[in-house]
Structure formats: C-alpha cells, structure tokens
C-alpha cells in the first residue's frame, strides 16, 4: 500500500497567513543563495489527480521569484517526441546549476498510468522504475538535489473534488475526461504509485508524501520541504568548497572511486589499439571503385530507413588527424543533405557546463528516419576529460555505467548506434601534422592543443583501450578503424555502416 503521509492539520485563515510571509522570505533567500551554488533543484510532482499539485506548483510561483523557477509540464508525447527515447523531453528541461526545474507528472507518471491500465506487466513496470532509478542516480551523482511530492487523495475525497469542481463554471475547465478515466481506476493507479515510491524512494532522491486534502496544509508541507532541503543542500556545498575543507573532500572522492586494477582491463576477447594491422591499405584505382558502390548501397539502405522512421547516430572518436573528417565527409556525401546532421563537439559552453554532461548530447537527438553524425561525442569524459585531469576519478569511473546506460536507451527505441575509433600510428600522425604545417589551407586545422595530445599518447591509448573494453556491449559495439591508410579506413567506415542499416531492415 502507498505510504500514509502525514494528516493534514487544518489551519485558521489568520494562523495560516502568519506562517506564509516569513516561509515566503526564507524560500526567495534560499533562491538568490542557490543563484551562486554548483547543482541544480529538479522538483517532481506526482500522485492522484485532484490532490492539488497544479495549485501548489502556481503557489510557489507566486511566493518565489519566477526568474530563476521553471515549470514543465507532460501529458501525452507529441509526435515529435515520441519519435525520440522516453526521456528525451525530460533531459531537454532539465534546469541548469543554480536554477530551480518544477516538472509536473514527468517521468513516473506514464508508467504509474502505464501499470495502473495493465499496459504493462509487473515485470516490465518493475524495469521501467530500474531506469528511473538509474537517472536519478546518475542526476545525483553529478550533483542535482532532486526532490520528489507525492500527492495523495483519499477515494471519496477525490471524487467529490472532481465533482465539485464540475460544478463551479469558473472551475469546470480543470476537469477531464483523463482524470475520470483515473478516478475508476483509482485502487490499480494508487497500488502502481505504492510500487513506484517503494522502488524509487532512495537516501539521494527521497519522497515526500503530502495529504493534499487541505490546500493549507499541503502548501506548507511543500514549501517547508523545498526550503529545508535546499538550505541544508546549500550549507554542504558550501561546507565543501571551503578550502580547509577542499584537500580532505578530494581525498574522500578518490578513496571511494578507487577499484580493483583488473576493474576496467579488457577483457580476454576484447580488441585493443595494438592489435591492429595498421599495414593495410587499398590502391587508389580499386578504392574509386569500391567507394561509388559502398555510397550507392549506403544512399538505397537510408532511404529505406527514412521510409520506416530508422533514425541512425555515428559517433566518431580518434586521435589527432586521423582523417575523421574525411571519413564523415565520404559518409555525408552518400546522402541527401535535408537527411542528416554532423554535430562537431568542443569543449563545453557556459550553457552546457551548467548542465550534465550528457545534456548535451540528448538535446541533438534528431526525430526519426534521420542521420546524426557525432565528431567528437559523450566519450570526451572517459577520454580528454579523464587525461586532462578535467574530471574527477569517480566521475569519470562511474561515467563507463552512465555512456552504457545512455546507449541502451537509444537502441531500445530502435535507433542504429554506429561507434568509430579511427586510430593512425603515432609516426604516421607526425607525418599528418607536417603537412599540415606546410598546406596554407590546412594549417588551420593543426593547434597547440594538438601537439600537448600528442605528449600524452600512452595516456591516451591506455584510456581507449579502457574506453573500449568498458563500453561494448553486444547492442553497441566499437568499430576500431586502422586509419594509416585513408583510402582503407572510409571504406570500412562506410561498409559497416551499410552493413549495420542492412542488418536494422533484415537485408542481410
């Protein structure tokens, strides 16, 4: 059963109104406090219709400041969205550090709604709340407090709220056919969210059963919550970039992200960067020739996929010059430019070090039947992030779980994941930045930072190796690319993307 939150007191208009004007200055401190911290507050509201969660979320809006709070709201997905992963429109909203994010009825309410109808076995609703968890998880870890309200109704009590609401012209509006349908299904919906609280309710993302009988009651519950949690999130922060605080909260951090050396080796049937045959190569007569064909095939197996709603995503990683960019050209020019788009990654903007690091990444995901080329991708953190010293060691550790997890998502909703490392020797990457240094039109592409790289190859290597062996899973598996020889590699990049679509469409 739900767990019972605590009854609602009921409060004089006057008492009621003393309590309400110093909670209002406290939450708009808090607010202009958080402005300056490093971790967002992502507020869910789920739970029976009726039970006020549309009055409070409008209450606390008019109590704090409407700059720095934003609302969303999810019913049914548009077509936009569902042509994407489920918790595409949830990442898009998500608020930045510093800021305050209201989602209403997110990501538990379709499979509460989902359960409740038996569209989905308990099994699969069991699954369903693992991903959550695993989000939060992953929201948490990077710093996000997540506060999460459960709003509860008895059966009668919502019943003659609906009805009175129906009642009232002014009010009437509010009332739907939705929230009936729910109201007959109440014992299966209220056994869901009792399921969902049960499996979601962890010490970093906790829930707060209100009684929303009493509007007074419930809006003090709530605002207290917000103000508690975020003032005594705001004093860890703080305690914790305190510099005689900085040295031992670092040593905790390694201590707790540090594993067993065998954690991450590759495993015995796992490729590395040193077993590859970088002696391959292909004449420039027999390369034409198979190239205009693997274009033709890979042009006829897109179309298709654009008629079926087959979205397909091609990462590119790589060392310095080692022709990704004239593989993805090779790739591009196989299709229709209104069909596909190359995302090049640098480093974070202001906007996107605000966020997750895989914020970024979810907001490109196109609708379906399209291409997206990633050059450069999430795999920054495992990879430059990891090296440079950019990321901590258990941010980085934990980021492998987060990169498989992400993918996962994306294959589930039918999407072909297509992972390329193109690897060159180091000789043949000092050849490679030579020219580039004599051709005026192509030293532009040889910086600073490409040579600091390249004093930390073993460095390097060793994180791909890692990289690799940690993330390939049987649905997303790398490509390793032997790239001294460019005619070589954009063959074998376009033959195993063909190769994947064809396998996708059943025509193998």
């Known amino acids: 059963m739900l767990p019972r939150p605590s009854p609602a007191r009921p409060l004089s208009k006057q008492a009621y109104k003393a309590q309400v004007l110093p909670l209002r200055e406290e939450l708009l401190g808090v607010q202009q406090r958080l402005r300056h911290a490093t971790f967002p507050v992502v507020v869910l509201f789920s739970g029976v219709d009726g039970a006020g969660k549309g009055e409070t979320v409008n209450l606390l809006h008019e109590w704090m400041d409407p700059r720095w709070l934003h609302t969303h709201a999810y019913g049914k997905p548009s077509d936009e ?3 994407r992963p489920e918790h595409w429109r949830f990442w898009r909203d998500l608020p930045p550090k510093g800021q305050i994010g209201i989602l209403m009825n997110a990501w538990y309410a379709a499979p509460i709604d989902r359960r409740a109808h038996r569209v989905t076995t308990a099994t699969e609703f069991r699954r369903e709340l693992q991903r959550i968890a695993r989000l939060e998880q992953l929201l948490t870890d990077d710093g996000a407090l997540i506060l999460k309200f459960m709003m509860h109704l ?23 056919a939705e929230q009936w349908r729910h109201a007959r299904s109440y014992d299966d919906l209220v056994e869901a969210e009792a399921t969902a609280v049960r499996l979601t309710d962890a010490s970093q993302a906790p829930w707060t059963m209100v009684d929303g009988s009493d509007e007074r009651h419930r809006s003090l519950v709530v605002a207290r919550t917000i103000r508690d949690r975020v003032t005594r999130r705001l004093h860890e922060d703080e305690l914790a970039r305190r510099p005689r605080r900085t040295a031992n909260v ?15 080796q590759p495993k015995p049937t796992t490729r590395t960067l040193a077993d590859l045959d970088m002696s391959q190569t292909l004449e420039k007569a027999t390369y034409e020739v198979a190239l205009a064909k693997a274009q ?10 654009r008629r079926r709603g087959l979205s397909t995503i091609i990462v590119f990683e790589g060392w310095d ?29 202001d906007e996107e070090r605000a966020q997750h690091y895989l914020w970024r990444f979810w907001r490109h995901l196109s609708r379906a039947g399209r291409l997206t080329v990633f050059d450069r991708s999430w795999y920054g953190r495992v990879l430059v992030e990891r090296v440079e010293g950019f990321a901590l060691e258990a941010e980085w550790q934990r980021a492998y779980d987060e990169i498989n997890d992400f993918e996962a998502q994306l294959v589930a909703h039918g999407i072909v994941l297509v992972k390329y490392w193109v690897h060159i020797s180091k000789d043949e990457q000092m050849r490679r930045f030579r020219q580039r240094e004599r051709m005026a039109h192509k030293r532009w592409k040889l910086t600073d930072e490409d040579w600091r790289n390249r004093k930390r190859w073993k460095a390097y290597e060793a994180a791909v190796d890692d990289m690799v062996a940690a993330t390939s899973p049987r649905h997303a598996p790398w490509t390793l690319v032997e790239g001294d020889d460019k005619n070589h590699a954009r063959l074998k990049v376009l033959r195993t993307l063909a190769d994947r679509l064809a396998r996708a469409l059943n025509e193998e």
């Open 154 to 176: 008895e059966r009668d009590t919502q019943r003659e709220r609906l009805k009175a609401l129906e009642r009232d012209p002014l009010t009437r509006w509010r009332v739907t």
């Open 81 to 83: 969205e569902r042509e």
């Open 321 to 349: 010059a080692a022709g990704k960019g004239g593989a993805i050209r090779r790739v591009a020019s196989a299709l229709d430019a209104r069909e596909y788009q190359v995302i090049p990654v640098a480093a974070p903007t």
């Open 296 to 305: 033709g095939r890979l042009n006829l197996l897109h179309r298709k996929a």
């Open 250 to 264: 670092a040593k905790v951090l390694h201590a707790a992200s540090r594993r067993p050396a065998s954690a991450r």
